[in-house]
């Protein structure tokens, strides 16, 4: 590919022409690529009419090219692309960018979706949403991102592969459903006790849990109210605020909150805030884990593990905490 310092109207259209010479030879031979990636470390600036025309690219590989993935390198610690126009969200997947919650298993919508991601290309079944794409600060995680795809690609029975950013919001842009059924799966089963019917467990949760979004400041819960549900958080960050001190502790990804309330019925013991630009949690209420139990009993016991756990954490954290401050020096 080739790359530009300054980008504007004249030499983006250099850039697409070159693009579709390589993809055009590329299908010519039977060798069309599953994933493009667009190096944009080494430019320092882009028009309007430039960043439009590469925004217009993205459609130009998907919709001619019959791409299933594109990655965009920003280049690392600018912010994103050094334009004004909003490139990096014009680039990135737009599935799922609803701030309305809904289960990805429900719906009109996400049955079509997910006839759509089961389409098949040539000989090959598709990996994610028609128009996947990416946006990555650095060429070393998109490469890394590109490899998982063609090794889940070779070999479907492992694991969707997941952003190399794990959730990390200067990196990782959105996710698509599958990664998100993937990394909710993949956090319940390092969160419950092991089993010969541990994968049976996780697979009834995740069905009976809801997904929800949240952005920046918005509120969850506060302390005191009534506990409806536990919810996983599976991308962004959380703060979890004590009302009377004004301690807070930041819930990191792969975490539940909420279990206590959801096993004893006690009110909310702090207030949970979003503390990221944007959240993704799973989330099960109260009504549908009295279901689960009567269907099968075992899923009480794990989440009765997971509280016990999370509570054992919890007292050895404040009893490290308190004698960090009382011992004498």
């Known amino acids: 590919m080739l790359f530009f310092l300054q980008l504007f109207f004249g030499n983006v259209a250099q850039l697409t022409d070159t693009i579709k010479y390589v993809l055009t030879e590329r299908r010519s031979v039977g060798k069309s690529p599953i994933v493009v990636i667009v190096d944009f470390t080494l430019v320092v600036g882009m028009d309007s009419s430039a960043a439009h025309a590469v925004a217009k690219l993205k459609k130009i590989i998907h919709r001619l090219f019959h791409v299933e993935i594109s990655v965009f390198v920003t280049g690392s610690g600018r912010g994103g692309f050094p334009c ?15 701030k309305t919650s809904s289960h990805p298993d429900s719906g009109s919508v996400s049955a079509s979706r997910r006839q ?42 492992l694991e969707t592969p997941l952003d190399p950013s794990h959730g990390d919001e200067t990196n990782a842009t959105s996710l698509v459903l599958s990664e998100e059924i993937a990394r909710t799966k993949k956090y319940l089963l390092e969160l419950l006790p092991p089993g010969d019917d541990v994968e049976k467990t996780v697979q ?4 009976s849990m809801k ?61 949970l805030v979003c503390s990221s630009e944007r959240a993704i949690l799973y989330s099960l209420s109260r009504s549908d884990f009295d279901k689960l ?16 756990r999370y509570l054992a954490h919890r007292v050895q954290h404040v009893n490290n905490r308190y004698f960090h401050t009382t011992l004498p020096v």
């Open 84 to 98: 004004e126009y909003a490139l990096s969200e014009a680039l990135s997947s737009q599935v799922l960018r609803s």
């Open 116 to 157: 759509s991601a089961t389409r098949q290309s040539g000989n090959h079944k598709r990996l994610s949403e028609p128009m996947d794409g990416k946006v990555f600060e650095s060429l070393d995680d998109a490469l890394r991102f590109a490899e998982d795809v063609l090794i889940f690609r070779n070999d479907p029975s």
């Open 204 to 207: 009834m949760l995740w069905t």
């Open 211 to 271: 997904r929800e979004e949240f952005v920046k400041d918005q509120t969850l819960w506060e302390t005191g109210m009534d506990s409806a549900d536990m919810k996983l958080l599976i991308y962004g960050e959380l703060e979890s605020i004590i009302e009377d001190t004004g301690a807070s502790e930041i819930v990191k990804i792969g975490n539940i909150v909420g279990e206590l309330g959801l096993v004893h019925g006690t009110q909310r013991l702090t207030t």
């Open 293 to 308: 139990k009567k269907r099968r009993p075992q899923i009480a016991s794990a989440i009765d593990a997971v509280t016990i």
